[in-house]
């Protein structure tokens, strides 16, 4: 099985992740958050009208429900000829 590692937990990365199991491959996704944010929600957060916990998604669940790898920490150093 083809394996993929995608980094970062918000829109692009959390799409890219569901979009690659979708066609049966592994996927580990990186993200230095434990949540996905949804920023266009956010605007209510300043006028009180949510919280930060309101407008975000824990990614457990969604690696969870969608079959994808999850690793909480930042990625510091990107090294592509060895693939790390
Ligand atoms: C207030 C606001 C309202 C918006 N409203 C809209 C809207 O209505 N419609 C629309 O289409 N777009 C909207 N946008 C824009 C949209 O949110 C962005 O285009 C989108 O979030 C970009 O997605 P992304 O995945 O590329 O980046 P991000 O959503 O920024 O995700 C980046 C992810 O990478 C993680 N990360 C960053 N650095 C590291 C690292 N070194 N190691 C590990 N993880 C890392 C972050 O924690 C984050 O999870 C809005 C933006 C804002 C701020």
Redesign the pocket.
């Known amino acids: 099985m083809k394996k993929v590692l995608v980094?970062?937990?918000?829109?692009?990365?959390?799409e890219t992740a569901i979009y690659l199991r979708k066609q049966d491959i592994a996927v580990t996704l990186?993200?230095?958050?434990d949540y996905?944010?949804i920023?266009?929600t956010?605007?209510w957060i300043a006028t009180g009208g949510v919280t930060r916990e309101d407008v975000s998604v824990p990614l457990d669940k969604l690696a969870m429900n969608h079959g994808f790898e999850l690793i909480v920490?930042?990625?510091?150093r990107v090294e592509a000829k060895a693939k790390e």
């Open positions: 980094l970062g937990g918000g829109f692009a990365g959390v990186v993200s230095d958050r996905f944010y920023y266009p956010s605007i920490d930042s990625v510091v």
